[in-house]
C-alpha cells in the first residue's frame, strides 16, 4: 500500500512538473520535415554540435543516420567526436557527476523526447520548436537565461550565438477587471550571426531530427500502412462480391 501510495504522488509531481513546464505561451506548430533529407542531416549535425556535448541519445546508434542518406565514412569525419565508433550509441561527453553539480541534475536523454513531450497544445515537435525560439536574457537566473514555454528553465540557451540576445515585450490589458501583462514580441538586443528567418529553419531541422529520432521508422511504418490499407480496400470489394455469388440464389 505504501509502494502504491509513492508512486501516485511521483505521478502526480510529474504531471505537475509537465503542466509547469508548458508556461502561458501557445506552441507554434512545428514544419514537417520527415521526409527532407538534407534538412534531417542538417539536424543531425546541430544536435551533436549543440546537444551531445550534454545530453545523451542513448538508444540511437551513429550508424543509424545512414537511414537518413549519410554515409559511413561522412558519419566518421563529421558526427563522431574522441574515440566513438560508428556503431556506438549517442553518449553525452559530459561527466554526469559534473553535470548533477552544474545544473541540479543530469540532463534528460532526448531519444525520446520529441514523443514525451507532447501535450494539450500540441505535439512534442510543436513544444520544442516553441521552447528553442522563446529563450530571452534574465541576468536573475544563474545561467542568465529564461524561457517562456519553460519559466525557470535550468538549462542555458546553447543555441544563443546563432539567434542573438532578445527580450520578451508585453503590453498591459484589462482582463476580468484586473490588470495583466500579454506577450506581444521580441526586441532584439544583439544580432546573432543567422537572421530569425535562418534561426528558425535551422531549428525546424533540429527538431525534425529529433523527432525522426524518436522513431526511426516512422516513415517505413506509414508507408507500409497505406499499402495495407488500399490491400484491405480491394480484399474487401472481392469479399463483398464473392459473398453476393454465394448467396444469390438463397
Known amino acids: 500500500m505504501k509502494k502504491i501510495i ?16 508548458g508556461g502561458d505561451v501557445a506552441w507554434d506548430k512545428a514544419p514537417h520535415k520527415l521526409n527532407d533529407l538534407p534538412s534531417l542531416q542538417n539536424g543531425a549535425k546541430l544536435f551533436v554540435n ?29 558526427m563522431l567526436f574522441s574515440t566513438n565508433k560508428v556503431g556506438d550509441t549517442m553518449k553525452a561527453a559530459i561527466d554526469p557527476n559534473q553535470a548533477k553539480e552544474w545544473f541540479g541534475a543530469n540532463p534528460p536523454d532526448l531519444t525520446l523526447i520529441a514523443r514525451s513531450r507532447s501535450g494539450h ?45 532578445r527580450e520578451p515585450q508585453y503590453e498591459t490589458r484589462q482582463e476580468n477587471g484586473h490588470e495583466a501583462k500579454v506577450f506581444k514580441g521580441w526586441k532584439q538586443l544583439s544580432p546573432g550571426t543567422m537572421t530569425p528567418l535562418q534561426y528558425d529553419a535551422a531549428v ?43 448467396w444469390k440464389n438463397i
Open 6 to 21: 509513492l508512486s501516485l504522488i511521483a505521478a502526480l509531481g510529474i504531471a505537475t512538473g509537465a503542466q509547469a513546464a
Open 50 to 78: 549543440y546537444c551531445l556535448s550534454c545530453h545523451s541519445a542513448a538508444y540511437m546508434r551513429f550508424n543509424r543516420l545512414r537511414d537518413i542518406g549519410l554515409t559511413e565514412q561522412q558519419i566518421k569525419d563529421n
Open 121 to 165: 497544445a500540441g505535439t512534442g515537435a510543436d513544444y520544442l520548436y516553441t521552447y528553442l525560439r522563446t529563450y530571452y536574457r534574465d541576468p536573475t537566473k544563474a545561467t542568465g537565461w529564461n524561457n517562456l514555454v519553460f519559466p525557470s528553465v535550468g538549462m542555458p540557451h546553447v543555441l544563443w550565438e546563432l539567434q542573438g540576445e
Open 204 to 246: 525546424a531541422d533540429l527538431v525534425g531530427y529529433l523527432q525522426w529520432m524518436a522513431e526511426p521508422a516512422q516513415n517505413s511504418r506509414v508507408r507500409v500502412g497505406v499499402w495495407v490499407l488500399l490491400f484491405l480496400g480491394v480484399f474487401t470489394i472481392f469479399a463483398w462480391r464473392l459473398n453476393a455469388a454465394y
